[in-house]
């Protein structure tokens, strides 16, 4: 099983936090089976929230470029002078 990243705990350990804090104040518990029900409701929350945030952000990776047209060497570019414009309007009147 991998480590969480920071960005984890860090969300994890906040929703448990304000959730507690926001059901504590909503149900205006004082019993102590109240506070346990809400705080493992808010422990639930709070790692369903880790769990859920993404892990590594996601790399925008460039294209494809289409069969037949030159790539450059610089990050697999479409050089700009031989780039075509991808708006549907001119796509159709080409045709």
């Given at each position: ?69 030159p ?18 309007v001119?796509?159709?009147?080409s045709?």
């Amino acid at each position: 099983m991998p480590r969480p990243t920071a960005a984890q705990l860090f969300y994890g350990s906040l929703t448990v936090v304000f959730s507690t804090l926001a059901m504590l104040l909503l149900f205006r518990t004082g019993s102590g089976i109240g506070i346990a029900a809400v705080c493992t409701a808010a422990l639930a929350l709070g790692l369903a929230v880790s769990v859920t945030v993404p892990a590594k952000p996601r790399r925008h990776t460039a294209r494809a470029a289409r069969p037949g047209t030159p790539v450059s060497a610089h990050r697999g570019t479409v050089p700009a002078a031989r780039e075509e414009s991808r708006s549907p309007v001119s796509a159709q009147s080409s045709r």
